[in-house]
């Protein structure tokens, strides 16, 4: 995981009980944080991989569960800064004109100058609620240490730039 090197070694050598605590600490923050922990159909999903069980209905269907949060009108229309990886800050500014190499004629003068014109590139923002559904499925995984690193991973991108929240708390539960 580029965003904390130390922090994937560590949960490597913590051992597969706390990696499952890890797991579920991620998935819980990152559904926390999104807005979609207290929702009817997150709840019992979220108790259950507390408890060691396997996922219930709607999180048997991952494309229900997409469905869900497009169409739920409880789910909360957040947008959060992507998260960036320290020493990686501005790092799509020395790039941001690579993707007008695909354009052609007029359109593609006209995006070359648009680039050159912005001193930076407008931050990417995404749906907070989308970024943090990966993190149960994820937690709920039959490998201890992939669980782990992947639900951190997910919630890293569910809190996006402020993610250095989310690594300290990781840190502290891998510790123990």
Do not use: C, N
């Not at 997150?42 to 048997?60: H, I, M, Q």
């Not at 229309?77 to 004629?105: D, H, M």
């Not at 991973?153 to 569910?158: C, G, P």
């Amino acid at each position: 995981m580029r965003f904390d090197a130390g922090l994937v070694h560590a949960i490597d050598g913590a051992g597969a009980d706390r990696q499952r605590v890890v797991a579920r600490l991620a998935a819980r923050r990152a559904y926390d944080v999104a807005g979609l922990a207290e929702l009817d159909w997150v709840v019992p999903a979220l108790a259950a991989l507390d408890e060691g069980r396997p996922l219930p209905a709607p999180f048997d269907d991952r494309e229900r569960v997409w469905e869900l949060v497009d169409s739920d009108e409880r789910v909360p229309a957040r947008l959060i800064e992507r998260a960036t990886p320290p020493g990686l800050k501005g790092f799509e500014s020395s790039s941001s004109s690579r993707g007008v190499q695909y354009l052609i004629g007029p359109l593609r003068e006209r995006a070359i100058a648009a680039t050159r014109a912005s001193a930076a590139p407008a931050p990417i923002h995404m749906s907070q609620p989308h970024m943090a559904v990966p993190a149960l499925f994820a937690a709920a995984g039959p490998d201890p240490l992939q669980a782990a690193l992947d639900a951190v991973y997910a919630a890293v991108t569910a809190y996006g730039a402020d993610h250095p929240d989310l690594l300290r708390e990781v840190w502290a539960a891998v510790r123990g």
